[in-house]
């Protein structure tokens, strides 16, 4: 199976023009990584110069995905690793040296996988510091899900954020194969095994299964952003872009962020003590998932070290 297959057969939570370009991107030939992607992926936080009580400010650029991928790596795109931004944000909580974290997102979104983990982990550290994002100018889809769980977000002035939904294609190229004279024989063992492989015919039941999938993620997705933005679930569903990307003012204006600005603005609000850490409450997070975060515990020394090495 060649890499646009691979990744079509994912799901994600991204922007769909970008998921588009994406797969057509990889069906040009291998090259080698920009070095500013890898630069910017490698920039796991850095803190502002010249202030003592410094603010970190950590990078949410380009497609995120749960892990580095080598795959993607070898086409040009250097994804951040949503485990590596969950290092960064203990690291930066725990330090001594950081009195508020910003976030600086220009994403499309990435795959599912990670997201939940990385929304639970936010919402476990709100109230220890300030953490703010900004869309800079775009927060969308699984950036989205991550900047809903800060305290504050901000959209600058040309930005959006948005593209609320999960995605996935699944690729049937029987038809194709059949034209150009190719049969395959695919062997396996399972009832469901082999769902999915393009020279494989998509069954009803194997569709609806995926669609299953596509839902159970979604429900998740809307619920964490209720939670994070403090709205019914329903607001999120109904009126807050249905997967479309919205742009700044109307963003604000429906709640989905909390108001127009730049980096430099959100920084500075930290800096003056204008952002509340402001803690989830277990009526917002509801029965076992309340229990269950209050769990979440970081290793002040295990965090210190990790800060000291994305500082390198």
Not at 176 to 193: D, F, L, N, Q
Not at 205 to 224: G, I, K, N, R, W
Not at 299 to 310: G, K, T
Request: aromatic fraction near 6%; charged fraction near 25%; glycine fraction near 10%.
């Amino acid at each position: 199976m060649d890499a646009p297959l691979a990744f079509a057969n994912r799901l994600w939570a991204i922007e769909p023009r970008w998921f588009a370009s994406f797969l057509d991107a990889l069906n040009q030939p291998l090259m080698a990584a920009a070095p500013e992607r890898m630069e910017a992926a490698r920039a796991a936080a850095r803190t502002r110069a010249g202030d003592p009580g410094g603010v970190a400010v950590i990078p949410v650029h380009g497609p995120i995905t749960m892990r580095p991928d080598p795959i993607l790596a070898a086409f040009g795109f250097e994804t951040l690793s949503s485990l590596g931004l969950q290092a960064a944000i203990r690291a930066a909580v725990a330090s001594p040296d950081v009195r508020g974290l910003v976030f600086d997102i220009d994403s499309p979104g990435g795959e599912v996988a990670g997201m939940t983990e990385l929304a639970r982990l936010v919402r476990s550290l709100r109230g220890s510091k300030p953490m703010v994002g900004v869309a800079n100018p775009m927060a969308a889809s699984a950036a989205y899900w991550f900047g809903s769980q800060l305290d504050e977000l901000y959209v600058t002035p040309s930005g959006e954020v948005g593209a609320i939904g999960i995605i996935g294609i699944r690729a049937d190229l029987t038809a194709a194969a059949e034209r150009s004279g190719v049969r395959a024989h695919i062997i396996t063992a399972g009832k469901y095994k082999g769902e999915g492989h393009p020279l494989r015919e998509a069954s009803d039941d194997e569709l609806a299964a995926m669609q299953a999938q596509a839902d159970a993620h979604y429900q998740v997705f809307t619920s964490d952003v209720a939670r994070g933005r403090r709205v019914p679930v329903a607001s999120v569903r109904e009126g807050f872009g249905e997967g479309r990307m919205v742009l700044a003012h109307d963003a604000v204006a429906v709640g989905m962020a909390d108001r127009e600005g730049t980096l430099d603005d959100a920084i500075a609000a930290v800096h003056r003590g204008q952002v509340e850490a402001r803690r989830v409450a277990a009526s917002e997070e509801g029965g076992e998932w309340a229990a269950e975060e209050q769990h979440h515990q970081v290793d002040p020394d295990v965090c210190r070290r990790l800060w000291e090495i994305a500082r390198a």
